[in-house]
Antibody
Framework: EVQLVQSGAEVKKPGESLKISCKGS????????IGWVRQMPGKGLEWMGI????????RYSPSFQGQVTISADKSISTAYLQWSSLKASDTAMYYC?????????????WGQGTLVTVSS | QSVLTQPPSVSAAPGQKVTISCSGS????????VSWYQQLPGTAPKLLIY???KRPSGIPDRFSGSKSGTSATLGITGLQTGDEADYYC????????????FGGGTKLTVL
């Protein structure tokens, strides 16, 4: 069974750094791209970017380029999303997802989400 | 403002049929496959339809998808109260440096 298990909820202050994780299991982690999707409170889905754990090839949405860093450690089947300096506007639910990178770039499996709250 | 346009809400009675539209352009829907996702309250999204009209294993045939030109449609027949959720369309957009884009979401209410 394919599973993406994300790290737990985080409460941070503006200016702090953060790295959240997503561990894949039940499939060949190095053979599929992993993406990250943001959902701000009460809002829709926003695609942030993807990484291919096999060689760490990474692509970002223009909206998130320079704002976050996506990485992966294939030895432990885990992808990461990190911020160097959080802002209140980063408060959101963040989903990792297994992404098919041809056709329409469908997302066939999703993590359970990590809620990030940034507040002073 | 989402790149793909969906109606904010639709509603229908149990047992009835509903359709949800998703409108885009030649840089996204017009030249790429469309996917649809269901997000039940408080849960992660779930893939319902991929490649315009294909259903993953386990998705009932009450859910269907179609595409024509720069628009796509999700159809749900035999509505159940458990279908109350937010529905999103998504696809690849080849403008600028390339990007996955989603619709703004449609809230389905089963009256």
């Amino acid at each position: 069974e394919v599973q993406l298990v994300q790290s737990g909820a985080e409460v941070k202050k503006p200016g702090e750094s953060l790295k959240i994780s997503c561990k894949g299991s039940g499939y060949s982690f190095t053979s599929y791209w992993i993406g990250w999707v943001r959902q701000m409170p009460g809002k829709g889905l926003e695609w942030m970017g993807i990484i291919y754990p096999g060689d760490s090839d990474t692509r970002y949405s223009p909206s998130f380029q320079g704002q976050v860093t996506i990485s992966a450690d294939k030895s432990i089947s885990t992808a990461y999303l990190q911020w160097s300096s959080l802002k209140a506007s980063d408060t959101a639910m963040y989903y990792c997802a297994r992404q098919i990178v041809f056709g329409g770039y469908a997302i066939d499996y999703w993590g359970q989400g990590t809620l990030v709250t940034v507040s002073s | 403002q989402s790149v793909l346009t969906q109606p904010p809400s639709v509603s229908a009675a149990p047992g009835q049929k509903v359709t949800i539209s998703c409108s885009g352009s030649s840089s996204n829907i017009g030249n790429n496959y469309v996917s649809w996702y269901q997000q039940l309250p408080g849960t992660a999204p779930k893939l319902l339809i991929y490649d315009n009209n294909k259903r993953p294993s386990g998705i009932p045939d009450r859910f269907s998808g179609s595409k024509s030109g720069t628009s796509a449609t999700l159809g749900i027949t035999g509505l159940q109260t458990g279908d109350e959720a937010d529905y999103y369309c998504g696809t690849w957009d080849s403008s600028l440096s390339g990007n996955v884009v989603f619709g703004g979401g449609t809230k389905l209410t089963v009256l």
